[in-house]
T-cell receptor, first 112, second 114 residues
Framework: AQSVTQLGSHVSVSEGALVLLRCNYS??????LFWYVQYPNQGLQLLLK??????LVKGINGFEAEFKKSETSFHLTKPSAHMSDAAEYFC??????????FGTGTRLTIIP | DTAVSQTPKYLVTQMGNDKSIKCEQN?????MYWYKQDSKKFLKIMFSYNNKELIINETVPNRFSPKSPDKAHLNLHINSLELGDSAVYFC?????????????FGPGTRLTVT
């Protein structure tokens, strides 16, 4: 069965510092991987997606993620955190025309 | 020009009542989903419809009944509401067999059962 694990339910970084949110997946076949962001009291917005075209994926708001098959990872990074990045981030996996399986989420707090 | 819309945004009701949540998408997609987000923010699929046919039905109580009158709409009816049904319900849509199977989400409906 497909699954994703997000390490760290809460991550705090200083404004301007590197953001690193971790996601590992479990799969026996090539997955499609996504990062979604949820701002307070809002729906989910797609940040970026991995579809096997390129291992380094760039998304919106300066975020990027790298697919590493050897490590079964798809960590999300941003070089310099901004106060507006404070939100809940979800990693998700699918293998096609079916459900998205979400990780448990990581709450990102930005320290001024 | 909202892509995926849900009504109502907030729903407060008492135990035992029956309520419905509506979802509409104007993206031309043929597949729609219902997800439940619990108080710990955990998101889990409930149902999925493709071209008005049910294709995913996770372990959800029979009190929950989805209905898809057409490809652009997927409604969720809940009978005999219980305290444990309190959650945020998200509707989503995608296009079947269209990589990368990206799903677009609505703004959510926060259901509170008292």
């Amino acid at each position: 069965a497909q699954s994703v694990t997000q390490l760290g339910s809460h991550v705090s970084v200083s404004e301007g510092a590197l953001v690193l949110l971790r996601c590992n997946y479990s799969s026996s076949v090539p997955p499609y991987l996504f990062w979604y962001v949820q701002y307070p009291n809002q729906g989910l917005q797609l940040l970026l997606k991995y579809t096997s075209a390129a291992t380094l994926v760039k998304g919106i708001n300066g975020f990027e993620a790298e697919f590493k098959k050897s490590e079964t990872s798809f960590h999300l990074t941003k070089p310099s955190a901004h106060m507006s990045d404070a939100a809940e981030y979800f990693c998700a996996v699918t293998f096609g025309n079916e459900k998205l399986t979400f990780g448990t989420g990581t709450r990102l707090t930005i320290i001024p | 020009d909202t892509a995926v819309s849900q009504t109502p945004k907030y729903l407060v009701t008492q135990m035992g009542n029956d309520k419905s949540i509506k979802c509409e998408q104007n993206l031309g997609h043929d597949t729609m989903y219902w997800y439940k987000q619990d108080s710990k923010k955990f998101l889990k699929i409930m149902f999925s419809y493709n071209n008005k046919e049910l294709i995913i039905n996770e372990t959800v109580p029979n009190r929950f009944s989805p209905k898809s009158p057409d490809k652009a709409h997927l409604n969720l009816h809940i009978n005999s509401l219980e305290l444990g049904d309190s959650a945020v319900y998200f509707c989503a849509s995608s296009q079947w067999w269209d990589t990368p199977y990206e799903q677009y989400f609505g703004p959510g409906t926060r259901l509170t059962v008292t």
